[in-house]
Every structure is written in structure tokens, then in C-alpha cells.
């Protein structure tokens, strides 16, 4: 069964401090992997994408995720928060089934503090 | 290169009605897939659609339905509105049907049912 569990609604940082948001998974294939960004009244933007190749992916806004397999995580990270990072953010996981089945996380609100 | 496009916007509907909403994929990509969101909630996979024909369905009752025209671009249909249809429609456009190719989202469809 496919699924996607974000450990925390809301994550609240101080700018200029490291960015975590968590992401579990659960896939019967060689899944692959998403994280997308949403801000308010704006549609998803494609922030990184994990697909068998290196584990560890760089993303867009210095963004990025470590796919770890026995732990079936892929964290989302950055170094330091900008307030524009303020939005909210959905794990993805997608299995080729002869079509996309995707399934999105319930997603993480960030709250980045002055 | 314009991205994806949904129209309408907005949209207030009554119980009971229908509703139409409108998706135009980036230009040259073949599958465009329906997402709904929601409030609080991250995008439930409703279809995905490629080269005209319906190719993966998510768990939505058969008041929905979609189709796909020849210059790919898409129609999502909802019968007999409920007041829980009230979401953000969400329409995906990628390259292919599958594989490791990510979604590109439009803005989406605020529908509200009273």
C-alpha cells in the first residue's frame, strides 16, 4: 500500500535557523519521491525530486532531502530560514502503475519567526 | 512559456447542480491528472488522463467524471454538488503517462457549494 506520513503539522523556526520538515513513507514498488511547496493562494511548486539515482537531493531555494530507505524517510532540510520560506509543505510519493498514482501528504505548515 | 491554466478561478454553486472546470496543460505535455484539496488537507488524486483516454482513477464517487480533447487540455465534470465537494480543484499537466516525471500544478478552482 502507498502512503506518506508527515510528522508534523506545523513547524515553527526563527529566521536564520535550520529548516526540518519530516517525511515518512510507505511504497510496495521503488517509489519515487517529492517534496512540494505551497504558498498562499498559490498553486504547488515542484521544490525537489528523489528517483533512484543519489540520495541525497538538492532542490530549489537551498532546499534539500535525503532519501534513506531502511528508514523509509526523506526529511526535507535547509540551513537557514528565510521568511519567504514561510508556506506550506507536502511529501509526495508516486508509483508507476501504469499511470501516476501519486499520493500527497497532509502536509506541513512552516512559520518562519523575525 | 505559459504554465498550467484553470479556469474558472472561483465558482459558487448550489447544491444539487453541476459543475465544469476547465484545465490547459504547458504546452506539449500529454497527461494532465485532477487533484482535489480540501481545506486543511493535502490533494487527493481524483484522475489522470492521458492521450484522451482516462488511464488511473483515485477513490471518487461516480459523480465525477473528466475528459481529455485532442489539444490535451481537460475537463473536470461534478454532478449532483454535495456541500463536502467545496475544495481547491487542483489540474496537474507532465511530459508522459508515468515514470519519474514530475506534475506541473495550475492555481486550481475554488469551488464552494452552499
Known amino acids: 500500500a502507498q502512503s506518506v506520513t508527515q510528522l508534523d503539522s506545523h513547524v515553527s523556526v526563527s529566521e536564520g535557523t535550520p529548516v526540518l520538515l519530516r517525511c515518512n513513507y510507505s511504497?510496495?514498488?521503488?517509489?519515487?519521491l517529492f517534496w512540494y511547496v505551497q504558498h498562499p493562494n498559490k498553486g504547488l511548486q515542484l521544490l525537489l525530486k528523489y528517483t533512484s539515482a543519489a540520495t541525497l537531493v538538492k532542490g530549489i531555494n537551498g532546499f534539500e532531502a535525503e532519501f534513506k530507505k531502511s528508514e523509509t524517510s526523506f526529511h526535507l532540510t535547509k540551513p537557514s530560514a528565510h521568511m519567504s520560506d514561510a508556506a506550506e509543505y507536502f511529501c509526495?510519493?508516486?508509483?508507476?502503475?501504469?499511470?501516476?498514482?501519486?499520493?500527497f501528504g497532509t502536509g506541513t505548515k512552516l512559520q518562519v519567526i523575525p | 512559456d505559459a504554465g498550467v491554466t484553470q479556469s474558472p478561478t472561483h465558482l459558487i454553486k448550489t447544491r444539487g447542480q453541476h459543475v465544469t472546470l476547465r484545465c490547459s496543460p504547458i504546452?506539449?505535455?500529454?497527461?494532465v491528472s485532477w487533484y482535489q484539496q480540501v481545506l486543511g488537507q493535502g490533494p487527493q488524486f481524483i484522475f489522470q488522463y492521458y492521450e484522451k483516454e482516462e488511464r488511473g482513477r483515485g477513490n471518487f464517487p461516480d459523480r465525477f467524471s473528466a475528459r481529455q480533447f485532442p489539444n490535451y487540455s481537460s475537463e473536470l465534470n461534478v454532478n449532483a454538488l454535495l456541500l463536502g465537494d467545496s475544495a481547491l480543484y487542483l489540474c496537474?499537466?507532465?511530459?508522459?503517462?508515468?515514470?519519474?516525471?514530475?506534475?506541473?500544478f495550475g492555481p486550481g478552482t475554488r469551488l464552494t457549494v452552499t
Open positions: 504546452s506539449g505535455h500529454k497527461s
Open positions: 496537474a499537466s507532465s511530459l508522459v503517462l508515468a515514470g519519474n516525471y514530475e506534475q506541473y
Open positions: 509526495v510519493v508516486s508509483e508507476e502503475r501504469g499511470y501516476q498514482k501519486v499520493t
Open positions: 511504497s510496495s514498488y521503488s517509489p519515487s
